[in-house]
């Protein structure tokens, strides 16, 4: 019986069109699933249900998502991240996903320096002559007139210079505004979205932050060197809202709050600096 499926074009060149073919007839499809972005229950006769296709570097594993969730896509992972995944779906026999697919084409992450507590990865410009900075991410939830938004807080560890800079002059917030980033003058208020970004959280996990490719589509602007396990309550707002704010603010300005409160409390000190960006991202993938 058909299945309300989406099989994106990126994800059949991967698993070719006869399989593609197969999941649209629902051959090798599931009545239900656990959705791996938000991982809550969904059903392919009832839902738009989109097909996620995990690769790594040998083999690729087929997934599936609401559609409300994120669109039909290939999430590039290690193989270690890969294997992780088959063990956690394997002990729910109800929501299989096909089979392990050969990989037609790997598109692994390339590993990063980790800041302890967080996902980070290099930023594109150097902050000095032989240092670069690295991207801190902490997620917690902002209230924005009492409803809670998924956010998301960036602090490099060091001053950011434009491409080329030796200066050490921290252009970071510069650089976000040129981007389309504006600046924050009220917590409370929900900023615009930003077109062609995107937040791609997979398998309950933040795995990357997405700007808009020179040739079109998208490509990682920030990307985790491990996936960042998320709380199911950042995991249901940003799914419910269908996007995450992302804060941005220069080094040393914010660091690391234990809490949600504590970290608004130094959000709001930051923005009575007039030192925060923010943009609402939609929580999509590539």
């Known amino acids: 019986m058909p299945r309300m499926l989406d099989v994106s074009d990126e994800v059949r060149s991967e698993i070719g069109d006869d ?3 197969r999941l649209l007839a629902g051959d090798r499809a599931p009545d239900s699933y656990e959705c791996t972005s938000c991982r809550t229950p969904g059903d392919t006769h009832a839902e738009r249900t989109s097909t996620v296709l995990f690769v790594a570097d040998e083999t690729a594993v087929l997934a599936f998502a609401h559609a409300r969730c994120i669109p039909s896509q290939v999430v590039p992972v290690s193989e270690q991240q890969l ?13 299989q996903p096909a089979a392990p697919y050969p990989a037609a084409a790997a598109h692994p992450i390339v590993p990063n320096p980790a800041v302890p507590t967080s996902a980070s990865a290099p930023p594109a410009a150097p902050t000095a002559p032989g240092q670069a900075a690295i991207l801190g991410i902490t997620c917690g939830l902002i209230l924005h007139d009492k ?20 200066s050490g002059e921290d252009e970071f917030l510069d650089l976000l505004q040129d ?10 208020v929900t900023p615009e979205q930003l077109p062609g970004w995107s937040v791609l959280v997979a398998m309950g996990q933040l795995h990357a932050i997405l700007q808009p490719a020179a040739a079109g589509g998208s490509t990682g602007w920030w990307q985790a060197h491990q996936p960042l396990q998320v709380t199911d309550a950042w995991r249901s707002a ?6 995450v704010t992302m804060y941005a603010v220069p080094a040393g300005m914010v660091g690391r709050q234990p809490r949600e409160d504590l970290l608004r409390q130094a959000l709001e000190r930051a923005v009575a600096l007039g030192q ?10 590539t």
């Open 276 to 285: 925060v960006v923010a943009a609402s991202l939609p929580l999509a993938g």
């Open 238 to 243: 940003a799914s419910q809202l269908s996007e």
């Open 83 to 95: 294997a992780g995944a088959v063990r956690s779906i394997s002990g729910r026999p109800q929501h």
């Open 179 to 188: 981007a389309g980033f504006q600046p924050v003058t009220d917590l409370n």
């Open 19 to 21: 399989e593609a073919d």
């Open 147 to 166: 409803v809670g938004h998924a956010s998301l807080v960036v602090e490099p560890t060091g001053p950011v210079g434009r491409p080329g800079s030796t």
